[in-house]
């Protein structure tokens, strides 16, 4: 089966494969504690900052939920998107596991701006009312779409006038800094973002997030290990999600899958574009194609390649190249929409 679903559907690399192989050789100290571990936040560093701490945890939901965790209490809000991952795709973990209200802002191309904070109905110091303490943005965000740098550093700006955090939900961070063409930094650390989620499931790995403290102001880091714990999200023999990032991110690994899954979705959206009754409903500037087309041919199409509908109502579709999707398997989706569609 290839599928166009998600970029979770995809295998997992032969590099990384081979890191974790290379990393199942006699024994080592449990709990992040051996040499592995110890590399594989040295290549974290080398990205994103000497100072910065990380957190293996075991998928993107429990990093979220632990990150937050660490920036806030139950009475505090997050403020993101309405399209944001905490909100829709994450069953009610952060609200059950947090305690904590989501302030959800709807947005057409899924980012926020800074004016959407300032425009909230604060009641600062009101008992009655949540208070806002973290302002989250998903990059690349749920519609395929990608922040600037300077964008980030505006959001950031605005977030911590009003003594607010930023955190970063990073699931595909590696497909958002190799669409712009910048180094995972810049549009993390330097960007002002103080915590975040790094993805790399997504990139061709088999399990390996973490959550990455990026301001170390924050002061939040012993705490932080406690609440891994109590999360499920220590992980024993932790050398093997250690071995993936480091083959991610020791060479260019990273980048190469994530660029390739951007050069595959245009070459399906720019294919898609002549399909009779398609419309592309968003910038293509990642990996994901999102389109609108006759509901009739959508499971006749699904039939072929698996992929979501995002919007039963509208019949908007998402499509996500993955590092392993390859030229063949677009023009064969293409071809066959073409036959379901009546093109030529």
């Given at each position: 089966?290839r599928?166009?679903?998600?970029d979770?559907?995809?295998?997992?690399h032969?590099?990384?494969?081979?890191?974790?192989?290379?990393?199942?050789a006699?024994?080592?100290?449990?709990y992040?504690?051996?040499?592995v571990?110890?590399?594989?936040?040295?290549?974290?560093?080398?990205h994103?900052?000497?100072?910065?701490?990380?957190?293996?945890?075991?998928?993107?939901t429990?990093?979220?939920?632990?990150?937050?965790q660490?920036?806030?209490?139950?009475?505090?809000?997050?403020?993101?998107?309405?399209?944001?991952?905490?909100?829709?795709?994450?069953a009610?973990?952060?609200?059950?596991l947090?305690?904590?209200k989501?302030?959800?802002?709807?947005?057409?191309?899924?980012k926020?701006?800074?004016?959407?904070?300032?425009?909230?109905?604060?009641?600062q110091?009101?008992?009655h009312?949540?208070?806002?303490r973290?302002?989250?943005?998903?990059?690349s965000?749920?519609?395929?779409?990608v922040?600037?740098?300077?964008?980030?550093?505006?959001?950031?700006?605005?977030?911590h006038?009003?003594?607010?955090?930023l955190?970063?939900?990073g699931?595909?961070i590696?497909?958002?800094?190799?669409?712009?063409g910048v180094?995972?930094?810049?549009?993390t650390?330097?960007?002002?973002?103080?915590?975040?989620?790094?993805?790399?499931?997504?990139n061709?790995?088999i399990?390996?997030?973490a959550?990455?403290?990026l301001?170390?102001?924050l002061?939040?880091s012993?705490s932080?290990?406690y609440i891994?714990?109590?999360?499920m999200?220590?992980?024993?023999k932790?050398r093997?999600?250690?071995?993936?990032f480091?083959a991610?991110l020791?060479?260019?690994l990273w980048?190469?899958?994530?660029?390739?899954?951007n050069?595959?979705?245009q070459?399906?959206?720019?294919?898609?574009?002549?399909?009779?009754?398609?419309?592309?409903?968003q910038?293509?500037?990642?990996?994901?194609?999102?389109?609108?087309?006759?509901?009739?041919?959508?499971?006749a199409l699904q039939?072929?390649?698996?992929?979501y509908?995002?919007?039963?109502?509208?019949?908007?579709v998402?499509?996500?190249?993955?590092?392993?999707?390859?030229?063949?398997?677009?023009?064969?989706f293409?071809?066959?929409?073409?036959e379901?569609?009546?093109?030529?």
């Amino acid at each position: 089966m290839r599928a166009l679903a998600s970029d979770n559907y995809s295998g997992a690399h032969p590099d990384v494969l081979a890191a974790i192989a290379s990393a199942n050789a006699d024994h080592a100290p449990a709990y992040g504690n051996d040499p592995v571990t110890q590399r594989a936040l040295a290549a974290f560093r080398a990205h994103l900052g000497d100072h910065v701490e990380v957190f293996e945890v075991f998928n993107g939901t429990g990093a979220n939920v632990t990150g937050l965790q660490s920036l806030m209490r139950s009475w505090e809000a997050v403020v993101c998107a309405s399209t944001a991952h905490v909100n829709v795709d994450e069953a009610g973990a952060p609200e059950r596991l947090l305690g904590s209200k989501i302030l959800d802002i709807p947005r057409a191309d899924g980012k926020l701006r800074p004016q959407d904070i300032d425009e909230l109905q604060w009641r600062q110091g009101d008992v009655h009312q949540s208070q806002p303490r973290v302002v989250l943005i998903t990059q690349s965000t749920e519609y395929g779409t990608v922040y600037t740098p300077d964008e980030i550093r505006a959001i950031a700006d605005t977030a911590h006038a009003r003594g607010l955090y930023l955190y970063l939900d990073g699931a595909r961070i590696a497909n958002a800094a190799a669409s712009l063409g910048v180094p995972l930094r810049a549009i993390t650390t330097d960007a002002g973002v103080d915590a975040m989620s790094f993805g790399g499931t997504k990139n061709g790995a088999i399990g390996a997030e973490a959550v990455v403290l990026l301001n170390p102001a924050l002061g939040v880091s012993e705490s932080l290990g406690y609440i891994r714990k109590q999360y499920m999200q220590l992980a024993s023999k932790m050398r093997f999600a250690s071995a993936q990032f480091i083959a991610l991110l020791e060479g260019d690994l990273w980048h190469r899958n994530a660029s390739h899954a951007n050069a595959m979705a245009q070459r399906l959206a720019r294919a898609a574009v002549d399909l009779p009754g398609v419309r592309i409903t968003q910038p293509v500037q990642a990996n994901a194609v999102f389109a609108v087309l006759p509901k009739e041919s959508i499971a006749a199409l699904q039939q072929h390649t698996p992929f979501y509908v995002w919007d039963e109502q509208a019949g908007e579709v998402r499509w996500v190249c993955s590092w392993d999707t390859t030229e063949d398997d677009i023009d064969a989706f293409i071809g066959r929409a073409r036959e379901v569609l009546g093109g030529t």
